[in-house]
């Protein structure tokens, strides 16, 4: 099996998860590829092969063969499940090779085009083959193709014992789409030393750094009177969240900011004139800009509560994760190793900080410093997501040259 065909059967499987569902996995899909991981892993040979038979989540090991001194566990993380922000149920992958490098017609029939003018950087895979959709669901390249490149590299040294390397850890794991990734992940049983999620996007992308995160949930209680008869008496919920709403600052929305600015977004608002809810994520790469972030969204609330004299917005406030940067400080070499591999598979790494987060945020606070690599892929979580099968075969080069790093 070709590691396109890899991707390809493990696409198949829909592993869409799900916010709105307390249970780990959130779908039936998520454990199907992960039962179906074990078994290719079990088939492959892998000596130590288990599953946490509660929450599905597969780890396997290869003890090290450099017996003559001792090496450093690495490790290697992907999530099996999808986004929710688009179906990933029956999708239709097409492969284009020797890309032109202009716009793409996913869907003639429904007119749904990946336009260089949205895409600009489509254009840098020219001559390559890539995966694309047909524009009714997104790909599940996140995180798919970290899936299949960490398999395709304990399948090579599976077949390559001869190759000296430390003891090799992997893990695939759900529900990361919903932050809950490693709300169970066994690191003590993983045994890894240091660790790399393969889930970042463009050949050379490494990020050692991610946003320091948290969620606020907004619940507004009005009052619903007759509108006739509302003079002095109603109290709208739904206008509650925007008077709040209004009160943060205009340009910290995610469609002003860039690079390492922080941002305040509203994810989902509903309700009526009675009861009202608004969700939002709060970010930011400085932590003292994120906790002044917070305060701004509690300093707009109690202004709201202190205009109406009681509680008309009630705040839940809780931070997510943290950037992972203070925890990697202290150990350089995790960085620098995975600078020299793709330096050395002929890749100049982009070591940039990432506009969201990964496991390897929570992982890293819970004691394994943990970066995260490239896969090759882009466009994530809709229907113009896509994978660049030669970034691929890269990544899975630089996976490789890694452990080997670590070896030296």
Known sequence: MSATDRFLEYVAFDTGSRSDIDKYPSTQGQRDLLDHLRDQLVKMGVPDVRQDKEYGCVYASLPSNCLERTIPAIGFIAHVDTSEAMSGRDIKPRIIEDYDGGDIVLNEDLGIVTKISDFPEMADMKGKSVIVTDGTTLLGSDDKSGVTEIMETVKYFMEHPEEKHGTICIAFTAEEETGRGV???????????????????????????????????????????????????????????????????????????????????????????????????????????????????????????????????????????????????????????????????????????????????????????????????????????????????????ILKQLIREWAV
């Open 183 to 397: 709300d169970h992940f066994d690191i003590q049983g993983f045994g890894a030393h240091y660790a790399y999620t393969v889930d970042g996007g463009r050949l050379g992308d490494l990020s050692g750094e991610t946003f320091n995160a948290a969620s606020a949930t907004l619940t507004a209680h009005g009052r619903s009177v007759h509108p006739g008869e509302g003079y002095g008496r109603l109290i709208n919920a739904l206008q509650l969240l925007m008077d709040l709403h209004a009160k943060l600052p205009e340009k910290e929305r995610p469609e002003h900011t860039k690079d390492r600015q922080g941002f305040f977004h509203l994810t989902d608002m509903s309700g009526d004139v009675e009861s009202a809810k608004a969700e939002y994520i709060i970010r930011d790469h400085d932590e003292e800009l994120f906790e002044k972030k917070k305060a701004i969204f509690k300093a707009a609330v109690d202004e709201i509560n202190k205009q109406y004299g009681y509680e008309v917005l009630s705040l839940e406030l809780k931070d997510q994760y943290y950037n992972m940067k203070s925890r990697l400080d202290p150990h350089p070499n995790v960085m620098e190793k995975a600078i020299s591999a793709m330096r050395k598979c002929g890749t100049e790494p982009a070591v940039t900080p990432i506009r969201g987060g990964t496991d390897g945020s929570r992982l890293s606070f819970m004691g394994l410093p943990c970066p995260n690599i490239c896969t090759g892929g882009g466009n994530f979580h809709g229907k113009h997501e896509y994978l660049c099968i030669d970034e691929m075969m890269t990544t899975i080069e």
